[in-house]
């Protein structure tokens, strides 16, 4: 019967620290296994290790274990094999998080039944919660399904006091004599080469953080491409106990065509109880929400503002000859009546698919067109800019003006007003989408204003 024990290595990296105990205070069965932390210690960088030694203290002093600050510091590798030994001191089956990995709040659970279900295969020598499965992968994985193969992984692992062992044996007397006595940083290649088997999670149990300052890559854009990990029980909504997620139909990209295999939408994050999916093409964010039709409120508060319509209005006409001008989305009709009163001899059209006084679709042809905090309500957004190509004379202009996906991280977009399907947004696009979509239905980019505001000609 398998006994687990958790060891920690820290260095002095607080926000990762903090990170990590977080989550592992949510992890189920955090209460019922001892736990070991080792610190490397550098009189460097004081201030900093201070501050990582009193989260650990604090994450001790309600779950209860042992602390080591190691001064000077071991490094890595030597860290590990001075702490492994500890915490098998209190039990036969390790856990081993470092300081940038980040536990699911089953992960635990998970860790001890896997380790007592191959506690008796004596040639499975480690379970890992790391996880590189693609989106298709994670649509139609099983919580409980698990890959078997060669190597090691070091993000989150798992092992038996037999097998350490045998690795292992007089305090890793031979790895250092592979190595060197004070080698660091080839641990994990140390054993990768062994080609040992490992278990690990088609639906992973451990993030790995540390991209911010891309520390232990070569860069950030390298940690996010080969480390990071969007994938995983962090990523399926969970009520009580059940771990299997309900069946998600992941909408399809508006901006992307059908044929094109990264346009395939895969679940980042639950907001309100709906779920919202990114594209792996264009990167731009929607749900699959049954939602209401544009509501007229926001409509009218983004038009509610005479002087923004008169900047508005010069970016119309400055890019075109304009002589006849719709506000398609119009709300109230603000925006076509401070057009009215500045430029009385301009025709200004205004219509609103969702006011039932505008049953009539516009006819005849504008020079211009504006769209303002509409894109991001239409159901079918592709059907509704040809419909308004087709009264846009060609060489005319469609402003279009909503707010779009930049660089934020998942976390940032969640925490985000605007995505939102309680107000009618279905879709949050990206540039590239923006411009992709546009491109689909008739219309070249002509000016990017700002990050809101894009202007296209008709073509």
């Known amino acids: 019967m398998i006994k687990p024990t958790i060891a920690i290595t820290l260095y002095r990296r607080s926000d990762y620290t903090r990170q990590l105990f977080e989550a592992l205070s949510a992890c189920d ?13 550098s009189e460097e960088h004081t201030v900093e290790c201070t501050q990582v030694e009193n989260i650990a203290r604090e994450f001790l002093a309600q779950y209860g274990g042992e602390y080591y600050r190691n001064n000077p510091r071991l490094g890595i590798d030597l860290n590990k094999l001075f702490i492994i030994p500890k ?62 193969q060669p190597g090691f992984n070091p993000w989150g692992w798992c092992t038996w006091r037999d097998r350490w062992d045998e690795l292992f044996p007089n305090d890793g007397a031979q790895y250092k004599a592979d190595t060197g006595k004070d080698a660091n940083g080839l641990f994990d290649h140390w054993i990768h080469g062994k080609n040992l088997k490992y278990v690990s999670p088609k639906i992973a149990r451990v993030q ?82 049954t939602l209401q039709q544009l509501s007229g409120g926001e409509a009218e508060q983004s038009r509610n503002d005479p002087k923004a319509n008169q900047i508005r209005l010069q970016r119309l006409m400055g890019a075109c000859l304009v002589k006849r001008i719709l506000d398609f989305g119009c709300g109230a009709g603000l925006f076509v009546s401070d057009i009215l009163a500045e430029f009385p001899e301009l025709d200004a059209v205004g219509y609103d698919p969702s006011d039932a006084n505008h049953s009539e679709y516009p006819t005849g042809t504008f020079d211009a067109v504006s769209l303002i905090e509409v894109i991001e309500h239409l159901e079918n957004p592709a059907e509704t800019l040809l419909r308004i190509r087709a009264l846009i004379n060609p060489g005319g202009t469609l402003m279009i003006e909503s707010s779009f996906r930049g660089s934020q991280s998942f976390a940032e977009l ?27 239905t008739g219309f070249a980019l002509h000016e990017r204003v700002n990050s809101n505001v894009y202007l296209f000609r008709a073509i």
Not at 33 to 41: C, E, N
Not at 136 to 141: A, K, P, Q, R
Not at 211 to 217: D, V
């Open 29 to 41: 069965g955090i209460d019922d296994i001892p736990i070991v932390i080792s610190q490397d210690w």
């Open 87 to 148: 915490a098998f001191e209190q039990g036969n089956f390790l856990i081993f998080l470092e300081d940038d990995t980040i536990p699911s709040k089953d992960a635990l659970r998970w860790f001890v039944e896997q380790g007592t279900k191959y506690e008796d295969d004596k040639s499975i020598y480690f379970i890992n919660g790391y996880s590189r499965q693609t989106r298709d992968e994670f649509l139609v994985s099983s919580p409980d399904d698990v890959a078997i």
């Open 208 to 289: 790995v953080i540390g991209a911010e300052n891309a520390e232990h890559t070569p860069s950030a854009e390298y940690h996010f491409a080969h480390v990071f990990n969007e994938w995983g029980m962090w990523s399926l909504a969970e009520s009580g106990e059940q771990l299997n997620p309900e069946p998600m139909t992941a909408p399809r990209c508006p901006s992307c065509l059908p044929s094109d295999l990264n346009a395939l939408c895969h679940p980042i994050f639950e907001k309100n109880g709906v779920w919202w999916f990114e594209c792996a093409g264009c990167l731009s964010i929607l749900n699959n929400a």
């Open 414 to 440: 969640k925490a985000w007003g605007y995505v939102n399907h309680e107000i009618g947004h279905r879709c949050i696009l990206s540039e590239r989408g923006l411009c992709a979509l546009l491109s689909q």
